[in-house]
């Protein structure tokens, strides 16, 4: 399934936010958006959820859903967002419910994504008893769970340490692998971008617009942290940024 | 260049601010003011008119205990207790959600319950009466009346401060509203809901003796009250002791549920 963005714009009462954005998410790719902080990547990622509504434009999907797909437009959020009162399969099962699966189906789609995450021995604890990448790897298991069309993805990994962005990183590219999945992923980390991203899209400062879109040619699976090309990227990346960036810092300092 | 002078350790001044349950220190309490009072009963430096001596105190409970009376008189009282706070509670619990959860119930509600909050609810007891009978009606109304208003405000708090991101989650992942009310903004607002409650129940049973100032044969209320018109002394602080005994047990129910329901917190 592929979506489309058509002339988003919006504002935020006297506060223009996004302004003429027009994107296309290609099927099986993922799609990294960057911008400076406030620029308006999580409105613009609400927007292609149906969390929110834009002043103007549209948000499309083409094409079919994949088979056996619960929920075609699936968030993971930085903050987790488990519920600390269920263990980390009760939280799996969360999403199954409503759909009416229960019982052995569910367990079935449970074992399968707790195992796809490395989580299977975890699956009868509370999120208060994970360290934060594990946290994470829960959330995404629910999101497998429901077999979705498209990830989208809020700086899903900005809670954690270096390290464990790391891991994480090569999980989500190991998981790309095994079945590649079309995505959104919002971050301020260019290194992210640059590893995870076959369309790197930069948008400028509020209002968000789009200043340019990057192709990365290279699979994912070769590259590597400290890979040249991609340190190339990063720093055409950083040169977009920088000016966008101090001038933001510079505006909320005034606000 | 290497250092002189005086060497000395830094001053600890962190700790404090951090009061820890010490075991039996409450209950040393308790029998340390029981014992003065037994002592000063004794001695004669309290007259006996200022307290009773603890000792007849506790003669005077064997005596209701052992004639029957004590459960002739808890029995009916614990039922007014149960089935008033059950009803204020449960439709308390009710409208606080839905103040919570409804832009139109909340303006509507949330400036009514500010205005009922304050009455004193015994004020109300004529009204009962007319409204509910002399019977065990009034009663009930009025500890349900007397639950409902601290409740609903807990409730819609505990509701408002369900964190936003897990209902964002829910509806995300396209649970149902019913879903997302019984599986994430309930469970969420329970912790604040049990708080509440513990006010609630206590106000409750401070509103036993209140609902039973009008025609109450049996119940701890009117023990209490006809051993006040009497001044009998030790008759009063009976009642009076079952009542704190029952607030005792009720605030370690609560605890219980606490435990067994909010295990999940840190
Ligand atoms: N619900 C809202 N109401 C008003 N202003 C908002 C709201 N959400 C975001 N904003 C404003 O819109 C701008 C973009 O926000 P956001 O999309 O969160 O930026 P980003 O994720 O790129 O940091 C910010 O200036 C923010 O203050
Ligand atoms: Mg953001």
Known sequence: ?255 | MPEQGVVREVAFRGGGFAPKTRRRVGLVVFVALIALAEWGTRAGWISALTLPRPSDVLQTFIELYSSGLLFKHLVPSLMRLVVGAAIGVTIGIGTGVLIGLFSYIRSGLVPLIAAIFPIPKIALLPLFVIWFGIGEGSKYALIAFGTFTPTVVATYGAVDNVDRTLIRMGQSFGLTWFSIVRKIVLPGAMPGILSGLRISLAIAIILLVAAEMLGAEYGIGAYILEAGSLYDLERLFVGVIILSVLGVVVSGLIGAAEKRLLNWRV
């Open chain 1, 1 to 255: 399934m592929k979506i489309e963005l058509a002339d988003i714009s919006h504002r935020y009462g006297d506060a223009e936010v996004l302004r003429d954005i027009s994107l296309s998410i290609p099927d099986g790719q993922i799609v990294c958006i960057v911008g400076p902080s406030g620029c308006g990547k999580s409105t613009l990622l609400r927007f292609i959820g149906g969390l929110e509504k834009p002043s103007a434009g549209q948000v499309l999907q083409r094409g079919e859903m994949p088979a056996g797909c619960l929920n075609p437009l699936t968030y993971i959020f930085q903050d987790f967002a488990l519920l600390p009162w269920r263990s980390v399969s009760g939280n799996v099962s969360l999403v199954l419910e409503d759909h009416g699966i229960r019982g052995r189906d569910a367990t079935k789609i449970i074992d399968d994504v707790l195992e796809r995450t490395r989580l299977t021995d975890f699956a009868h604890a509370l999120p208060r008893q994970l360290s934060g990448g594990m946290k994470q790897r829960v959330a995404i298991a629910r999101a497998l769970a429901v077999n979705p069309a498209v990830l989208l993805m809020d700086e899903p990994l900005s809670a954690l340490d270096s390290q464990t962005r790391e891991l994480l990183m090569d999980d989500l590219i190991m998981l790309w692998g095994r079945q590649p999945f079309t995505a959104v992923y919002v971050t301020h980390n260019l290194a992210e971008a640059v590893r995870l991203g076959h369309r790197i899209v930069v948008l400028s400062r509020r209002p968000g617009c789009i200043r340019k879109v990057i192709d990365i040619d290279k699979p994912l699976a070769e590259r590597k942290p400290g890979d040249h090309d991609l340190d190339a990227f990063q720093q055409q990346l950083w040169e977009l940024m920088r000016d966008e960036a101090r001038a933001a810092d510079a505006e909320l300092i005034n606000a």
